[in-house]
């Protein structure tokens, strides 16, 4: 009976319990519905680009943006970097008379340069005298220097002091070959360290004038400046024999032209011997606005020395002669050094921008002075810069 009394208020209780329970159910899900209505809000102001980046996959392209407007292009093309290439060219000039004389009174207007026949504007010229250079010297130690090796060793380190007089302006550096090519000193405005080098250098082995060649434009010091100011020129003591070097005629020569070096050459070769190697020379010489002496050429000519005086039996032998013929040698070796000297330091300086739009990488170059009896060297072209 008891329990049966109670059925009514359990059944009472379990609606009112059944009521409060679905109640706080539908209230908790209320409550959840406005949190999660705002939760995006909150995710998107803490995840900042990481979030918008993820969106713009799913939203429709936008249209193209409009045109720029006039500020906004101004600014644009400051921004915005437009290299063009220019070709600035440097030709030293060496004008001489008839009898070889320099001539240096001459101005701008007595010079016409062109470009692959082109007139061009001369834009810098100057004829000052003891202008900044820096010059390598390029001296033989092959087996052919042995006969006159004293009289090559005096005429180089003669050169040296005569072009490096201690101004900082000339520097120099020297570069000896045989079978191998070195830098024996580098690149200094003092003599003395070169003049002291070559003392002790000795004449043995082969020959490797190509390869000097290229040491001297790519494996020694420079000088601030280069190769505007100072210039550049090499010096070749030697006969143009090559039997040791890894690199071709042809290549130095193309080295020598991007590099703006000009080539002098005072010649070894001795009187009365075939050198089919002479040319290398001459070429190197004139492709880069050079030339070559040869102080050996006709030695003989007035001279009375070595197998000029026949024996009482009809026969010719080595006599040692008058001496006129060691003398004869070294006046010229030693009028060779000041010709060399006196055009490296006493040369026309032309600049002009190229206004040739022609694509060839080698470009012709002719320089011409319209004075009568002169004779005119130059380079006969470059190699120019590509962007």
């Known amino acids: 009976m008891r329990f049966s009394s109670l059925r009514p208020i359990a059944a009472g209780l379990s609606g009112s319990l059944l009521f409060i329970l679905l109640g706080g159910a539908f209230l908790s899900q209320a409550g959840q519905t406005r949190t999660g209505a705002q939760a995006p809000q909150q995710q998107n102001s803490k995840a900042g680009s990481s979030s918008s980046s993820s969106q713009t996959t799913t939203e429709t392209p936008a249209p193209p943006a409009p045109a720029a407007k006039s500020g906004d292009a101004s600014k644009q093309s400051s921004d915005s970097r437009i290299r063009v290439t220019v070709n600035e060219v440097i030709v030293p000039v060496t004008v001489t008379d008839d009898k070889g004389r320099f001539v240096s009174d001459l101005d701008q207007k007595d010079f016409q340069i062109f470009e692959e026949n082109k007139p061009q504007t001369i834009r810098f010229f100057t004829r000052e005298r003891s202008q900044p250079v820096v010059i390598g010297f390029l001296l033989d130690l092959s087996t052919a220097s042995r006969i006159h090796w004293k009289n090559f060793q005096d005429a180089t380190s003669e050169l ?101 070096v000009t080539v002098y050459c005072i010649s070894t070769q001795a009187f009365g011997f075939a050198n089919e190697s002479e040319d290398n020379l001459v070429r190197l010489a004139q492709e880069t606005g050079g030339r070559v002496v040869y102080p050996l050429g006709d030695v003989y000519k007035d001279t009375d020395g070595y197998l000029s005086h026949p024996s009482d039996d009809g026969n010719y032998a080595l006599t040692v002669g008058t001496g006129a013929y060691r003398s004869a040698v070294d006046g010229r070796m030693y009028h060779a050094v000041a010709d060399i000297a006196g055009e490296v330091t006493t040369q026309y300086i032309i600049r002009y921008i190229s206004n040739n739009d022609t694509s060839k990488a080698y470009r012709n170059v002719k320089v011409v002075v319209d004075l009568g009896n002169v004779r005119v060297r130059a380079r006969k072209g470059y190699y120019a810069a590509t962007p």
């Open 160 to 260: 040296v002091q005569n072009l490096l007089t201690g101004d900082p302006k000339y520097s120099g550096y020297l570069i000896d070959y045989a079978q191998d090519a070195e830098v024996a000193v580098n690149t200094t405005s003092d003599p003395e360290p070169i003049v002291d080098k070559i003392r002790t250098l000795k004449p043995g082995g082969g020959s490797a004038l190509f390869d000097a060649v290229y040491l001297a434009c790519t494996s020694r010091k420079l000088v601030q400046g280069e190769p505007i100011e100072p210039r550049r020129v090499i010096v070749i003591i030697g006969d143009g024999h090559d039997n040791a070097s890894k690199h071709s005629l042809n290549q130095v020569i193309e080295l020598a032209q991007r590099n703006l």
